[in-house]
């Protein structure tokens, strides 16, 4: 029976559009006579107001709908026999999906097929002989931050039903989920950002038999990356015959769009398969190739067409359809303007109604996972993880019974030990190379005598600090002073190893004040090279030969009056650059040491890799510093400078722990929340990265695991949120709770908020 | 549109643009340095030629020129030439076989006149224009064309460009490929 109506949804036409007006259009131009219903939820979907429509069926929003009756509805639809509903929303395909079954005339696919395209897409990517980028489902705090860590391009959060946005940190990251779950409902997962040409296979099928497909190339994007443009093509013979197979294997019934990316090279990497045709398609009917016709049983023109060569959108007015009106202005609860959305008729409501169940299939595509080894790493596939990584801290708590007072600070030596062994073990086969300890990074002074018994060099940012480590027995003689005011307080005569000058007028006022009389005894007149593409205020740009002349000028005067060697240095925290982006950052900067050698005549002495490593990531710093050697300036591999690494709270953050006592608990929308005698000043780190958390059985330290709770400091700040995403099922009030990796910015950076002093240092 | 025996003429008479450098003097060297660490920061060679046109807005360059040139004027501008030259110098770092090319754009009279106009008042050669079809150079990576001016990615004649419409493209030492008349 042939079709003559046709039902389609989605007609919200803005610049975020669906695709239910572009289905129209081609559907019209394929068949006149065809009558053409739109149907929506909402009457501010401007392309119901399209006189390419016959007809418009309105549906209360999708927040208002009795599912029941709407599937209802759905059914009397398609009852007759030459109507056939053509949906074209994610989630009320799915719907559809779950509530109705297959039905001839409802022109998507089927349950099984749509489990099988669940995001991420690796079924479609292995289908099609292509890959998905990497992807991580555990959205444990420590796993969004290994995951972003890992991503040099940044992060795209994606929930499982809708909704993508990118992200640079774990806090945005973080943030996106939450919303992403709050406003659709279901769960959602990471993928890493990839930078290419975005582009898209649409395809329709009956019943497992591809009938058409097309690729296009998006020209221009708006700036929510929606489609504006882009060219038509054919895809390969081998594309069409991989594409029939995946449509045949899991019976697709409708259109689909598979959302690529193609690399610089021309990899194609999947992104997503959506169940519907794209909101574009009727750009590839106006190239010549009539999709959706090919679903209401028009023969596909593929094989015997010349393609145009693409589309682009314009903005047009339409009147408005009187028997629709105009809803008036949305006024909001802010005095904001209300832009235009894809969702004007409530589809996140319908996200949140939890209506589609299933198994998530897969959990991580992340290669690193397996190498970054945890203490619970046997328990990776729980779907209740513990809450970070431990580093196994609570094997080193001592017992609270003892009646100690809290909050707390315990100090472990030998984990400082053991991360300075550890690291000198990955460093073995590299000649000339000093560890400094970061003063102000771990100052703790029994932490600071360790670091220099065990032969690490001091540096620090100040005068003060240097003395602070003289006094814990480091030797001043091999010292490195850094920061932008290392000269202070100001002293007569200064004895260090190396220093790095942060600015040009640094190093200016430093011949300054060598002519007024100061005496300084150093080996090594350093200067700090600002990062190529990270926004700092620290170290020396050089873009142009005439600031490299002024800064090799300066040096070479410096070297002869002290009777000095030169070094460089880079620094920008590895932590939060993540390895990838450190190596490329370390390389380019660092790469300016080949033209001063030429302009000063000598390589240098020393080069220093800075410091600020994530303490996960201890097995790549061998590898990152081999990437800087190979890619860097060619005076690191044809000279023998000495080089300096700056670990910092990678051998330091193991060393401590906090231990606290909850002092009330209490409900929290669905989860619950404690009080601790800890605050933020006590673990200003807090606000940054998530701290492991342990709870006392009254037998041994267990590590707590991650659940909807949260655990907030003591004072009245409404920032101090210690921890969140636990969980505290077993916690009750008077409990003891130790939170680990506390021995670096946690204990330096440490304040006494809230307990009637007033800071120290300043007289 | 098509290259005309004028056009085809006037265009192989200009040479494949090669940076150079100042001989017995480290000017060139270093300032080559500085620019090729400018583009190394980007973790992958198509960020890095993207950033080519980003850094070096596209303008009148004078030749011959030089390396320690290019880094002189307060505001960075560089032709098709140096991009494609540049372009060049981050493939071979990267590893990547590719070949330097030129096309014959039709751009129009329109378009042609302004750059006619701004050429002349930067007292650069205007040999790459013709009335209507241009002169540019791109680069051969396999059997894709890439136009490092544009950063993008072309077939070869046909091919729609920001500039214009590709009527012709060869390899430096190759025949020229030219659009069809049907």
Request: glycine share 10%; proline share 6%.
């Amino acid at each position: 029976m042939p079709i003559r109506t046709i039902v389609i949804s989605g007609m919200h036409s803005g610049p975020n559009p669906s695709p239910g007006v572009g289905l129209a259009r081609s559907l019209r131009a394929a068949r006149p006579d065809l009558r053409i219903v739109g149907a929506d939820h909402s009457p501010a979907s401007s392309g119901l107001h399209d006189e390419v429509l016959d007809d418009v069926l309105r549906f209360p929003g999708w927040d208002e709908i009795h599912e029941d009756t709407w599937l209802t509805q759905m059914a009397d639809l398609v009852a007759d026999e030459e109507t056939a509903l053509l949906p074209t929303m994610d989630l009320e395909v799915r719907l559809l999906a779950v509530g109705l079954g297959e039905h001839d005339r409802i022109l998507a696919p089927s349950k099984s097929a749509l489990d099988v395209v669940r995001k991420p897409a690796t079924a479609v990517a292995d289908a099609l002989g292509m890959t998905t980028a990497r992807f991580e489902r555990d959205t444990t705090r420590a796993a969004v931050e290994r995951f972003t860590r890992h991503a040099p391009y940044g992060v795209w959060v994606k929930g499982e039903h809708y909704e993508a946005f990118r992200a640079h940190s774990p806090e945005e990251a973080l943030a996106m989920g939450a919303f992403i779950e709050e406003a659709w409902g279901g769960s959602w997962h990471l993928e890493e950002h990839l930078p290419g040409q975005e582009c898209g296979l649409a395809f329709s099928a009956r019943d497992g038999v591809l009938l058409d497909a097309i690729f296009t190339t998006k020209a221009l994007v708006t700036p929510e990356g929606k489609t504006w443009s882009g060219d038509i093509s054919e895809i390969s013979d081998d594309l069409w015959r991989r594409l029939s197979d995946f449509v045949a294997d899991v019976g697709w019934n409708g259109g689909g769009e598979v959302e690529l990316i193609r690399t610089w090279t021309g990899g194609l990497i999947v992104m997503e398969l959506n169940p519907r045709f794209p909101a574009w398609i009727h750009g590839a009917t106006l190239a010549g190739a009539n999709l959706p016709a090919t679903i209401i049983g028009e023969p596909s023109t593929r094989g015997a067409r010349t393609l145009g060569p693409g589309f682009t959108r314009v903005v047009h007015e339409i009147a408005v359809r009187p028997e629709l009106g105009l809803p008036a202005f949305p006024w909001g609860p802010s005095d904001m303007t209300a832009p235009a959305s894809k969702h004007p008729s409530g589809m996140r409501a319908l996200g949140r109604r939890h209506l589609l169940v299933g198994d998530l299939p897969v959990r991580s595509s992340f290669s690193g996972g397996a190498e970054n080894v945890t203490a619970h790493d046997d328990e990776v596939t729980s779907p209740r993880r513990v809450l970070a990584r431990s580093h196994a801290f609570e094997a080193d708590l001592t017992s609270p019974d003892g009646g100690a007072a809290t909050p707390r600070r315990e100090i472990f030596p030998a984990r400082l030990e053991a991360q300075v062994a550890a690291l000198r073990a990955e460093l073995a086969d590299l000649p000339n190379v000093l560890i400094a300890h970061s003063i102000k990074t771990c100052p703790h002074p029994g932490l600071l005598a360790v670091a220099a018994r065990l032969g690490l060099v001091a540096e620090a940012i100040s005068l003060d600090e240097l003395d602070a480590g003289i006094d814990a027995g480091f030797d001043v003689e091999k010292s490195i002073l850094n920061g932008p005011a290392k000269w202070w307080p100001e002293r007569p005569e200064v004895r260090c190893w190396a220093f790095f000058a942060d600015s040009v007028a640094e190093l200016e006022q430093l011949q300054r004040k060598l002519d007024d009389g100061f005496r300084l005894h150093t080996e090594v007149v350093g200067i700090r090279i600002a990062p190529r593409s990270v926004v700092s205020r620290f170290g020396i740009p050089m873009e142009r030969p005439e600031e490299i002349a002024r800064v090799a000028e300066l040096v070479r005067d410096l070297c002869e009056r002290l009777g000095a060697d030169w070094g460089i240095h880079f620094h920008h925290a590895e932590s939060v650059l993540g390895p990838e982006r450190w190596r490329r950052e370390a390389a380019g900067s660092l790469a300016l040491a080949d033209p001063l050698t030429a302009r000063i005549g000598k390589p240098p002495a020393v080069v220093d890799f800075g410091g600020g490593w994530h303490v996960d990531d201890l097995p790549l710093v061998r590898e990152s510093i081999a990437h800087v050697v190979k890619w860097g300036p060619a005076v690191l591999r044809e000279g023998s400078p000495t080089l300096v690494l700056e670990p910092g709270k990678l051998i330091t953050e193991p060393a401590a722990a906090i231990v606290t006592r909850v002092l009330i608990g209490s409900k929290r929308n669905k989860g619950c929340e404690v009080v601790v005698d800890a605050a933020l000043g006590d673990l200003p780190e807090a606000r940054w990265r998530g701290h492991p958390v342990a709870r006392w059985t009254g037998t041994e330290w267990a590590a707590l695991r991650e659940g909807r709770d949260r655990i907030l400091g003591r004072s009245c700040m409404e920032t101090d949120l210690l921890v969140g995403n636990v969980d505290l099922t077993d916690v009750g009030e008077g409990d003891h709770l130790a939170f680990g990796l506390c021995g670096a910015y946690d204990l330096s950076m440490a304040y006494p908020f809230g307990r009637g002093r007033a800071a120290e240092g300043l007289r | 549109m098509s290259l005309d025996t004028t056009d085809r003429s006037r265009i192989d008479q200009i040479p494949i643009s090669w940076l150079l450098y100042h001989e017995g003097q480290t000017c060139c060297l270093e300032s080559r340095q500085l620019i090729v660490a400018k583009f190394q920061q980007y973790p992958d060679v198509g960020s890095q030629l993207a950033a080519i046109p980003a850094t070096f807005r596209w303008g009148p360059t004078r030749w011959p020129a030089y390396w320690c040139d290019l880094l002189e004027p307060k505001e960075l501008v560089a032709d098709c030439g140096v991009h494609a030259n540049l372009a060049s110098e981050l493939l071979w770092a990267a590893g990547i076989e590719h070949k330097r090319g030129r096309a014959a754009i039709a751009a129009g009279r329109t378009s042609v006149a302004h750059w006619n106009a701004t050429w002349n008042e930067a007292d650069a050669s205007d040999a790459w224009l013709g009335e209507d079809v241009v002169h540019h150079e791109v680069v051969k990576v396999g059997d894709r064309w890439w136009d490092a001016t544009e950063a993008r990615w072309f077939s070869g004649p046909g091919a729609a460009l920001v500039a214009g419409i590709v009527v012709a493209v060869r390899e430096a030492d190759g025949e020229w490929e030219l659009l069809s008349r049907s």
